[in-house]
C-alpha cells in the first residue's frame, strides 16, 4: 500500500466540516481527493462513488430514495456524475440547517459543477480545492510558510540537489507518482492525458475532435509561460479563435492549467493585456513537450518556462491548500520590462523574479527595482527564486532565494 502523504488542506477540510453542513472539494483527477476525506473522516463518514455507471443511474432514475438509501453523514465522491442528487441534497440539509458536517463531496470538473452547485447549495457549503501535492508537502512539512511570513514561525531550510530538483519537476506532484518512486512518470503522464480526455473532455459538448484538441494541448505547453495571443494559436491550428478560448476555458476549469493575467494599477495604460499560460502541474508540461531526462530539461530550450512552471505551480497549489484564493499576477510594461510574479496580500504587492541560473546576479533585480519605482511604497521586498543553494541580498529590498525555501 502506497505511504499517505499529509497535506497541507487537512485543517481547513476539518475547520469547514464544523462550520457548514456541506464541504465540496474539487481538483483534477488524482489528486488526491478521495484518499484525503478517506484519510481523514474514514470510520465516521459513509462513503459512496458515483462514478460506477449502476450507481450514477440509481442516483440519476430516483435521487430521493438514493439520499435516504446513504443518509448523512456521507461523502458522495464525483458528484459530476450524479449532478441531479444535489437539489434533494438541498432538501435534506434545509431540514437539518443546524448541523453541520452532513455531506462530503468531490468533483473533477469545474465547468457545470461549479455552476449547479452555486445555484443549489449557496450558503450552505464550503468550496475548497486540492491540487496536485506542493513541495512542502512532498518534503514533509505541509504546514510551512513562505518566506515572506516568516514573522509567524521560524522557517526551516531545505536543500535539494539541482539534478533531483529537476528529476522531481519531471515527475510532478500528484501523489501517486511522489508515493511510489518506481513509476515510471513519462508513462504514468501519457496515461493520465488519455484518461482526462477521455472522461473528462469528452463529456464537454466543446470538443468535437479529441485529436485536435490533444494538439491544442501540446501547442500550449510550447507556449508555457509566455505572452498567450490565442489568436495566433488558432492561426496555427487551423480552428476559430471563439473555439481555442472555449478549449481554453474546458482547461482552466478541469484544473489543468492557470492563466496568469497581468497587474493593473495607476500606470495601467503602460500595460499589456495579453496573459500568460501555466500548467499546474509541471510534470504534465514535461510529458507535452516529450521531455524525459533531467538534464535535457534543464539546459534545452524549455528549461526557463519549465522552472518558471514549477515556480507558479508551487505558489497557485499552496494558497488553494489554505483554503484561499491565490491573488497572482504578473507586471510587465509596452516597452517590455516584466515582474515574472506579483503577489497581491494585504494591499501590499510582493514581486518575484524566476531566473533559470544557480549563480544569482545584483542585475537580476533590475526589474524588481524598475516596478518600486513605478509603483512606490505599496512594493514589499522582493525574491529572485532560482534553482540553486545560495539565498543572499543582491541590492536593497531584494534577496535571491532557492526554489527550495518557497
Known amino acids: 500500500m502506497a505511504r499517505y502523504i499529509n497535506r497541507s488542506l487537512e485543517p481547513v477540510i476539518e475547520q469547514a466540516t464544523r462550520e457548514f453542513p456541506v464541504v465540496v472539494l474539487i481538483g483534477p483527477r488524482q489528486s488526491g481527493k478521495t484518499t484525503l476525506l478517506k484519510h481523514l473522516f474514514e470510520g465516521d463518514f459513509g462513503y459512496v462513488s458515483l462514478e460506477p455507471p449502476d450507481v450514477c443511474t440509481a442516483a440519476q432514475t430516483d435521487?430521493?430514495?438514493?439520499?435516504?438509501?446513504?443518509?448523512?453523514?456521507?461523502?458522495?465522491?464525483?458528484?459530476?456524475?450524479?449532478?441531479?442528487?444535489?437539489?434533494?441534497?438541498?432538501?435534506?440539509?434545509?431540514?437539518?440547517?443546524?448541523?453541520?458536517?452532513?455531506?462530503?463531496?468531490?468533483?473533477?470538473?469545474?465547468?457545470?459543477?461549479?455552476?449547479?452547485?452555486?445555484?443549489?447549495?449557496?450558503?450552505?457549503?464550503?468550496?475548497?480545492?486540492?491540487?496536485?501535492?506542493?513541495?512542502?508537502?512532498?518534503?514533509?512539512?505541509?504546514?510551512?510558510?513562505?518566506?515572506?511570513?516568516?514573522?509567524?514561525?521560524?522557517?526551516?531550510?531545505?536543500?535539494?540537489?539541482?539534478?533531483?530538483?529537476?528529476?522531481?519537476?519531471?515527475?510532478?506532484?500528484?501523489?501517486?507518482?511522489?508515493?511510489?518512486?518506481?513509476?515510471?512518470?513519462?508513462?504514468?503522464?501519457?496515461?493520465?492525458?488519455?484518461?482526462?480526455?477521455?472522461?473528462?473532455?469528452?463529456?464537454?459538448?466543446?470538443?468535437?475532435?479529441?485529436?485536435?484538441?490533444?494538439?491544442?494541448?501540446?501547442?500550449?505547453?510550447?507556449?508555457?509561460?509566455?505572452?498567450?495571443?490565442?489568436?495566433?494559436?488558432?492561426?496555427?491550428?487551423?480552428?476559430?479563435?471563439?473555439?481555442?478560448?472555449?478549449?481554453?476555458?474546458?482547461?482552466?476549469?478541469?484544473?489543468?492549467?492557470?492563466?496568469?493575467?497581468?497587474?493593473?494599477?495607476?500606470?495601467?495604460?503602460?500595460?499589456?493585456?495579453?496573459?500568460?499560460?501555466?500548467?499546474?502541474?509541471?510534470?504534465?508540461?514535461?510529458?507535452l513537450v516529450g521531455l524525459r531526462d533531467p538534464e535535457h530539461a534543464a539546459a534545452g530550450p524549455m528549461g526557463g518556462a519549465i522552472f518558471e512552471t514549477a515556480v507558479i505551480a508551487e505558489l497557485v497549489k499552496s494558497y488553494f491548500h489554505r483554503g484561499e484564493d491565490p491573488k497572482i499576477y504578473f507586471w510587465r510594461t509596452s516597452s517590455g520590462v516584466e515582474v515574472d510574479i506579483l503577489i497581491e496580500a494585504n494591499r501590499k504587492l510582493i514581486p518575484i523574479e524566476v531566473k533559470l541560473s544557480a549563480t544569482p546576479r545584483p542585475r537580476m533585480a533590475a526589474s524588481i527595482k524598475r516596478l518600486r519605482s513605478d509603483l512606490g511604497k505599496r512594493v514589499l521586498p522582493g525574491y529572485v527564486v532560482h534553482p540553486g543553494h545560495v539565498r543572499l541580498p543582491l541590492g536593497k529590498g531584494v534577496v535571491a532565494l532557492p526554489f527550495a525555501d518557497l
Open 63 to 287: 435521487p430521493r430514495a438514493f439520499i435516504e438509501m446513504f443518509p448523512p453523514p456521507v461523502i458522495f465522491d464525483e458528484i459530476q456524475y450524479a449532478p441531479t442528487l444535489l437539489p434533494y441534497i438541498k432538501e435534506r440539509v434545509d431540514a437539518r440547517r443546524a448541523q453541520s458536517g452532513q455531506y462530503l463531496l468531490t468533483g473533477s470538473q469545474n465547468l457545470l459543477l461549479m455552476e449547479q452547485v452555486t445555484e443549489s447549495l449557496a450558503g450552505r457549503s464550503a468550496i475548497l480545492r486540492l491540487m496536485p501535492l506542493t513541495q512542502r508537502e512532498t518534503l514533509g512539512d505541509p504546514h510551512a510558510v513562505f518566506p515572506w511570513e516568516s514573522d509567524k514561525r521560524a522557517l526551516s531550510r531545505r536543500e535539494i540537489s539541482y539534478r533531483d530538483l529537476w528529476k522531481s519537476f519531471l515527475r510532478g506532484g500528484y501523489p501517486e507518482l511522489v508515493a511510489d518512486p518506481s513509476r515510471d512518470p513519462f508513462l504514468w503522464h501519457s496515461s493520465y492525458i488519455q484518461t482526462y480526455l477521455e472522461r473528462d473532455v469528452r463529456s464537454l459538448r466543446q470538443v468535437g475532435d479529441l485529436t485536435l484538441f490533444q494538439n491544442f494541448i501540446r501547442a500550449l505547453a510550447a507556449r508555457s509561460a509566455g505572452l498567450l495571443s490565442l489568436t495566433e494559436l488558432a492561426r496555427d491550428l487551423g480552428i476559430a479563435v471563439n473555439t481555442a478560448k472555449a478549449w481554453l476555458s474546458i482547461l482552466e476549469a478541469t484544473f489543468q492549467v492557470t492563466v496568469l493575467r497581468p497587474y493593473f494599477a495607476n500606470v495601467g495604460k503602460r500595460m499589456v493585456k495579453t496573459p500568460k499560460i501555466f500548467f499546474n502541474d509541471v510534470g504534465t508540461l514535461c510529458r
